[in-house]
């Protein structure tokens, strides 16, 4: 039993309310009256036969039917209304109050009280349900043998059912429970029970797909959440905890199951006095008892919390206590401001892997194993003066065993070292270091660090005191950074692999130096280890005794040297004079190979095909059981099609690219292929810069000329992949889409330049389908097309960071060109400037029968600069209105929200829904908008669309649809001093 004050759902919430709401005609629906089959209004006589009767005459009508419970009080017992029904849309209208008996015995062992079994089309307008529970309760909490109590109502196995404005008070269990059911709809649900009722979670679902739940207040004594193995694809948003025992919450038994969670969404919640804001609690076990080892089998993926602020009750404000055996996988937490008592909440995570972004006001601590955990540096740590203080620790500070900890910014003026070890997936940015003891930076035995922006000083003789030193660690990047000091710059000892140093300023100092290896008679070696564009000397040095060390596959590459005393240099005779040398003249073993680094065969003069000579490199790369990097250094490469097939041996390739590749000419030469560059059945591939040349311009012209010509190739493509990311390509004119991510999963695109012209045909620059968990974030897109197109089958996208212009803007669709086709949801799309493009936020179907969908759909923090169309819902595309039957599109669209957008629109209407008359766009948002046409309010056209509205400004709202009967509109207008309503 869990006690709680007040939870309440408040999705879409608004403090003001504009509504736009312009419903279809319709044939008069058949009313069946309760009343008229006998039912009383006393509270006391039995009205369940009533009831049924009316039920049964309302389920076999031909058409629409409603059935009416008038005002006062109706006693009903268990009542099964079952289907299968003839209409397929019944309302049932309840402007009274139905009744439980107050003997709990009567209902109280039979699970229900209200069911609905195998209902298709049932909407419940109003009402009261008074499950009247007070007396089980009261047995129950006194510990007397009491029945399990009934769920007030239950939907069982029951498709598009609709819930509005319902009261549920006082269940004796659940009171709301959907089991087996598709596409449901709650809004405006209130429920109350008091705080120390027993197991009366306000709404339960279970084995279900596609439901919502809208503007609804739960406040019971136990749970306002969802919670069941195998839930996906679930959105709490706008939500307000009050009091509660917790906030949001996962909760797993912690015994073995195939159960699972994932793709789920928390999205702007706000947290007051709430015991457990955030928790995920995998080692649930009542009693201790059938809880085999206590490990829980629940496979947890896929969760984000977005914008979650507040306070919280205790101390730790966020617990993470997953699984031990199955760790939950990419928790992300944006936005997340609680606190305890005036002062930063903590967090406790356990068994848990994600990332952390704009995380404010918040302490973590514990053994979390990837979560990101930032340490924001404004000032300077300053060691003691003393150097006896450190004496011979060898560090000042250390990170030991630690996940994804970030050093961001700030000053160590050291008297020591900075040291980590045994680490993994940490950062040091922008970091300044000087005057250290010995080493400023170690990294010991740890895996994927980046740093980047450091900088280090010391003085020319001040010995030993190495920037940074490397050994035993794997995935290490140093970029962009200024190193002066008395020893090495970077110094790279046995055990490093797969070290990336890049764009380094050296001086003074030693240089960059690889060695001392082969001082011990072991087999510990250095390999694929790469340095571009560093300043000052290159070295190898290794001892003159015996060793079983290596030096493989090391490339220097764009160096500068300034008058350095040994610009390169192999040393393989190295003595300290405190160390004894018997065989100095026979030099440890030292193997350098691959030393260019280049694919071998290219030709980077833009006119040889080094189709070839690319995927022999990468069969050698996919065939290597280590992680692997292909290069391809400065020059212009001519590639053909070319497809990079998986599945590879290790998923760690990495395609490190400082030249152009171009494709032929001759568009014919591409053929149909439809691709140019294709990934297909890859895990863990990344691209890192370079330039992709599509020379799409010839086929632009074919097409412009109307002559027959291939459909056009993309330039990059995607398919069935996972694990893998995009950094820093530049792509300019492509024939077709410039990048295609299709069936993958976890792939992110950051930092890309896309551009083409803004006539030419068909060249969006990111299009995504039938793909999971996709990010694209801080990139420049200019094209012909969509800067960003989102298609069929996509879900838990997230855009930020995009300049868009030229181009058709970012596009939701077309979607629903097929009867039978996936929907789109969980998509943001956030911190966008459109400059001059067709549309900004455009979600497009066709208009035409579909089982398709939009839904969860977040716009915030967009800037509009004289965009033609910055805001649209376009239901109606039929080019050529062909095979476009009645013109209605069968794609819903429900839950998109529109907030904090701003700007110049270069056409009168700055807001267009044109919504589907079959299925009106419902819960639509629009919050925090800004629009002006030619510095005067710009205007809004929407018809058969259902939402709010609040803090518009500069907005005129415009009806243009025709309706008689203007009785069926409702709108309710706000800040009536910048707003007008033209009819």
Same mark, same amino acid.
């Given at each position: 039993?869990?006690?709680?004050?007040?939870?309440?759902?408040?999705?879409?919430?608004?403090?003001?309310?504009?509504?736009?709401?312009?419903?279809?005609?319709?044939?008069?629906?058949?009313?069946?009256?309760?009343?008229?089959?006998?039912?009383?209004?006393?509270?006391?006589?039995?009205?369940?036969?009533?009831?049924?009767?009316?039920?049964?005459?309302?389920?076999?009508?031909?058409? *629409?039917?409603?059935?009416?419970?008038?005002?006062?009080?109706?006693?009903?017992?268990?009542?099964?209304?079952?289907?299968?029904?003839?209409?397929?849309?019944?309302?049932?209208?309840?402007?009274?109050?139905?009744?439980?008996?107050?003997?709990?015995?009567?209902?109280?062992?039979?699970?229900?009280?209200? %069911?609905?079994?195998?209902?298709?089309?049932?909407?419940?307008?109003?009402?009261?349900?008074?499950?009247?529970?007070?007396?089980?309760?009261?047995?129950?909490?006194?510990?007397?043998?009491?029945?399990?109590?009934?769920?007030?109502?239950?939907?069982?196995?029951?498709?598009?059912?609709?819930?509005?404005?319902?009261?549920?008070?006082?269940?004796?269990?659940?009171?709301?429970?959907?089991?087996?059911?598709?596409?449901?709809?709650?809004?405006?649900?209130?429920?109350?029970?008091?705080?120390?009722?027993?197991?009366?979670?306000?709404?339960?679902?279970?084995?279900?797909?596609?439901?919502?739940?809208?503007?609804?207040?739960?406040?019971?004594?136990?749970?306002?959440? %969802?919670?069941?193995?195998?839930?996906?694809?679930?959105?709490?948003?706008?939500?307000?905890?009050?009091?509660?025992?917790?906030?949001?919450?996962?909760?797993?038994?912690?015994?073995?199951?195939?159960?699972?969670?994932?793709?789920?969404?928390?999205?702007?919640?706000?947290?007051?006095?709430?015991?457990?804001?955030?928790?995920?609690?995998?080692?649930?076990?009542?009693?201790? &008892?059938?809880?085999?080892?206590?490990?829980?089998?629940?496979?947890?993926?896929?969760?984000?919390?977005?914008?979650?602020?507040?306070?919280?009750?205790?101390?730790?404000?966020?617990?993470?206590?997953?699984?031990?055996?199955?760790?939950?996988?990419?928790?992300?937490?944006?936005?997340?401001?609680?606190?305890?008592?005036?002062?930063?909440?903590?967090?406790?995570?356990?068994?848990?892997?994600?990332?952390?972004?704009?995380?404010?006001?918040?302490?973590?601590?514990?053994?979390?194993?990837?979560?990101?955990?930032?340490?924001?540096?404004?000032?300077?740590?300053?060691?003691?003066?003393?150097?006896?203080?450190?004496?011979?620790?060898?560090?000042?500070?250390?990170?030991?065993?630690?996940?994804?900890?970030?050093?961001?910014?700030?000053?160590?003026?050291?008297?020591?070292?900075?040291?980590?070890?045994?680490?993994?997936?940490?950062?040091?940015?922008?970091?300044?270091?000087?005057?250290?003891?010995?080493?400023?930076?170690?990294?010991?035995?740890?895996?994927?660090?980046?740093?980047?922006?450091?900088?280090?000083?010391?003085?020319?003789?001040?010995?030993?005191?190495?920037?940074?030193?490397?050994?035993?660690?794997?995935?290490?990047?140093?970029?962009?950074?200024?190193?002066?000091?008395?020893?090495?710059?970077?110094?790279?000892?046995?055990?490093?692999?797969?070290?990336?140093?890049?764009?380094?300023?050296?001086?003074?100092?030693?240089?960059?130096?690889?060695?001392? %290896?082969?001082?011990?008679?072991?087999?510990?070696?250095?390999?694929?280890?790469?340095?571009?564009?560093?300043?000052?000397?290159?070295?190898?040095?290794?001892?003159?005794?015996?060793?079983?060390?290596?030096?493989?596959?090391?490339?220097?590459?764009?160096?500068?040297?300034?008058?350095?005393?040994?610009?390169?240099?192999?040393?393989?005779?190295?003595?300290?004079?405190?160390?004894?040398?018997?065989?100095?003249?026979?030099? *440890?073993?030292?193997?350098?190979?691959?030393?260019?680094?280049?694919?071998?065969?290219?030709?980077?003069?833009?006119?040889?095909?080094?189709?070839?000579?690319?995927?022999?490199?990468?069969?050698?790369?996919?065939?290597?059981?280590?992680?692997?990097?292909?290069?391809?250094?400065?020059?212009?490469?001519?590639?053909?099609?070319?497809?990079?097939?998986?599945?590879?041996?290790?998923?760690?390739?990495?395609?490190?690219?400082?030249?152009?590749?171009?494709?032929?000419?001759?568009?014919?030469?591409?053929?149909?292929?439809?691709?140019?560059? %294709?990934?297909?059945?890859?895990?863990?591939?990344?691209?890192?810069?370079?330039?992709?040349?599509?020379?799409?311009?010839?086929?632009?012209?074919? &097409?412009?000329?109307?002559?027959?010509?291939?459909?056009?190739?993309?330039?990059?493509?995607?398919?069935?992949?996972?694990?893998?990311?995009?950094?820093?390509?530049?792509?300019?004119?492509?024939? &077709?889409?410039?990048?295609?991510?299709?069936?993958?999963?976890?792939?992110?695109?950051?930092?890309?330049?896309?551009?083409?012209?803004?006539?030419?045909?068909?060249?969006?620059?990111?299009?995504?389908?039938?793909?999971?968990?996709?990010?694209?974030?801080?990139?420049?897109?200019?094209?012909?097309?969509?800067?960003?197109?989102?298609?069929?089958?996509?879900?838990?996208?997230?855009? &930020?960071?995009?300049?868009?212009?030229?181009?058709?803007?970012?596009?939701?669709?077309?979607?629903?060109?097929?009867?039978?086709?996936?929907?789109?949801?969980?998509?943001?799309?956030?911190?966008?400037?459109?400059?001059?493009?067709?549309?900004?936020?455009?979600?497009?179907?066709?208009?035409?029968?579909?089982?398709?969908?939009?839904?969860?759909?977040?716009?915030?923090?967009?800037?509009?600069?004289?965009?033609?169309?910055?805001?649209?819902?376009?239901?109606?595309?039929?080019?050529?209105?062909?095979?476009?039957?009645?013109?209605?599109?069968?794609?819903?669209?429900?839950?998109?929200?529109?907030?904090?957008?701003?700007?110049?629109?270069?056409?009168?209407?700055?807001?267009?829904?044109?919504?589907?008359?079959?299925?009106?766009?419902?819960?639509?948002?629009?919050?925090?908008?800004?629009?002006?046409?030619?510095?005067?309010?710009?205007?809004?056209?929407?018809?058969?669309?259902?939402?709010?509205?609040?803090?518009?400004?500069?907005?005129?709202?415009?009806?243009?649809?025709?309706?008689?009967?203007?009785?069926?509109?409702?709108?309710?207008?706000?800040?009536?001093?910048?707003?007008?309503?033209?009819?």
């Amino acid at each position: 039993m869990e006690n709680k004050a007040s939870c309440s759902l408040l999705l879409l919430l608004a403090s003001l309310n504009l509504v736009f709401f312009f419903p279809s005609c319709s044939a008069s629906a058949s009313s069946f009256n309760v009343v008229s089959f006998g039912a009383k209004a006393d509270g006391k006589s039995d009205s369940t036969k009533a009831f049924l009767d009316a039920w049964a005459q309302a389920c076999g009508s031909a058409t *629409a039917a409603t059935v009416y419970v008038p005002k006062g009080k109706f006693l009903l017992p268990n009542a099964v209304f079952a289907g299968q029904c003839k209409s397929r849309k019944i309302t049932i209208r309840i402007d009274g109050t139905l009744v439980a008996p107050s003997d709990y015995n009567v209902i109280g062992n039979s699970d229900y009280w209200l %069911l609905f079994q195998q209902v298709n089309g049932v909407t419940i307008n109003g009402g009261i349900l008074d499950g009247q529970g007070t007396a089980l309760w009261a047995c129950k909490n006194s510990g007397k043998s009491c029945p399990g109590g009934a769920t007030s109502i239950s939907f069982m196995n029951s498709n598009n059912v609709v819930i509005n404005g319902l009261t549920s008070q006082n269940s004796q269990l659940y009171h709301i429970v959907f089991n087996g059911c598709n596409n449901v709809k709650m809004q405006g649900v209130r429920i109350s029970a008091s705080g120390t009722s027993p197991n009366t979670d306000g709404i339960h679902v279970q084995l279900s797909t596609d439901v919502s739940i809208y503007n609804t207040r739960i406040a019971t004594g136990d749970d306002c959440d %969802l919670e069941e193995p195998g839930v996906q694809n679930v959105t709490v948003k706008t939500a307000t905890f009050t009091g509660t025992q917790n906030g949001v919450r996962i909760k797993s038994w912690g015994r073995p199951s195939n159960g699972f969670a994932r793709n789920i969404l928390f999205q702007h919640a706000v947290m007051t006095n709430v015991q457990n804001p955030i928790i995920i609690d995998q080692n649930y076990c009542p009693d201790n &008892k059938n809880c085999p080892g206590k490990v829980s089998g629940v496979k947890i993926s896929d969760v984000t919390y977005q914008d979650v602020h507040g306070t919280s009750a205790t101390t730790v404000a966020v617990k993470f206590d997953c699984s031990s055996k199955y760790p939950c996988s990419r928790i992300r937490m944006e936005n997340v401001k609680l606190t305890y008592n005036n002062q930063p909440a903590s967090a406790s995570c356990s068994h848990a892997d994600g990332t952390t972004f704009g995380l404010e006001k918040l302490r973590l601590k514990g053994n979390a194993t990837t979560i990101i955990l930032p340490f924001r540096i404004d000032g300077t740590l300053v060691a003691l003066a003393d150097y006896n203080f450190i004496e011979s620790a060898d560090y000042w500070l250390v990170f030991y065993h630690v996940d994804g900890v970030w050093i961001i910014s700030g000053t160590l003026d050291g008297q020591g070292t900075l040291k980590f070890m045994n680490s993994n997936n940490s950062r040091i940015y922008g970091l300044m270091s000087i005057n250290s003891q010995m080493f400023h930076i170690v990294i010991h035995k740890c895996d994927n660090v980046n740093l980047q922006g450091v900088t280090v000083l010391a003085p020319w003789d001040s010995p030993n005191t190495d920037e940074i030193h490397l050994e035993f660690s794997s995935n290490v990047t140093i970029m962009n950074s200024n190193i002066g000091t008395g020893d090495d710059c970077v110094s790279i000892s046995p055990g490093t692999n797969n070290l990336w140093v890049e764009g380094v300023a050296c001086g003074p100092g030693h240089g960059t130096s690889i060695g001392g %290896l082969g001082k011990e008679e072991d087999k510990d070696g250095l390999q694929n280890v790469t340095f571009t564009g560093i300043d000052n000397r290159v070295r190898i040095k290794t001892w003159a005794k015996p060793s079983g060390g290596f030096v493989s596959d090391i490339l220097f590459q764009n160096a500068t040297i300034n008058n350095a005393k040994n610009p390169i240099i192999i040393d393989q005779n190295y003595i300290d004079h405190k160390e004894k040398c018997p065989y100095q003249n026979q030099p *440890a073993k030292a193997l350098c190979s691959h030393v260019d680094g280049s694919t071998r065969g290219a030709k980077p003069d833009g006119v040889t095909d080094s189709s070839k000579a690319f995927l022999d490199a990468w069969t050698k790369a996919c065939g290597s059981t280590e992680a692997a990097m292909i290069y391809v250094p400065e020059g212009r490469f001519l590639l053909g099609n070319t497809a990079f097939e998986g599945a590879c041996k290790n998923n760690d390739i990495t395609i490190r690219i400082d030249g152009t590749l171009v494709a032929p000419v001759d568009y014919n030469a591409l053929r149909n292929a439809g691709y140019w560059l %294709l990934f297909h059945r890859v895990d863990g591939v990344w691209i890192s810069g370079g330039t992709f040349d599509g020379q799409g311009a010839g086929l632009w012209a074919c &097409k412009k000329a109307g002559k027959s010509c291939p459909i056009g190739a993309t330039t990059l493509k995607f398919i069935n992949s996972k694990n893998s990311g995009i950094y820093g390509l530049k792509s300019i004119n492509s024939q &077709k889409f410039h990048i295609l991510i299709h069936k993958c999963d976890n792939v992110k695109v950051q930092g890309v330049t896309i551009s083409a012209p803004w006539d030419s045909p068909n060249t969006d620059g990111i299009h995504v389908e039938l793909s999971n968990n996709v990010t694209i974030m801080n990139s420049n897109i200019g094209t012909g097309d969509d800067c960003v197109s989102v298609g069929r089958g996509t879900n838990n996208l997230w855009v &930020k960071g995009i300049a868009c212009g030229p181009g058709h803007g970012i596009s939701i669709g077309s979607l629903g060109k097929e009867q039978n086709e996936a929907g789109v949801q969980n998509v943001t799309v956030e911190t966008v400037k459109f400059t001059r493009t067709d549309n900004g936020l455009r979600i497009k179907t066709w208009a035409k029968p579909s089982s398709s969908f939009v839904s969860n759909i977040l716009f915030l923090n967009v800037t509009m600069n004289n965009v033609k169309n910055p805001i649209i819902i376009d239901q109606n595309y039929c080019p050529h209105k062909k095979n476009c039957p009645d013109q209605v599109s069968g794609v819903k669209i429900s839950d998109v929200t529109y907030r904090d957008i701003f700007g110049t629109s270069a056409t009168e209407v700055g807001v267009k829904f044109n919504c589907s008359s079959h299925n009106p766009c419902s819960g639509i948002t629009l919050e925090d908008l800004k629009l002006t046409y030619k510095n005067q309010p710009a205007k809004a056209s929407c018809s058969h669309v259902v939402g709010s509205a609040r803090e518009i400004q500069h907005l005129v709202i415009r009806r243009q649809v025709k309706i008689k009967d203007y009785s069926k509109i409702r709108m309710t207008l706000i800040n009536l001093d910048v707003m007008r309503y033209e009819t």
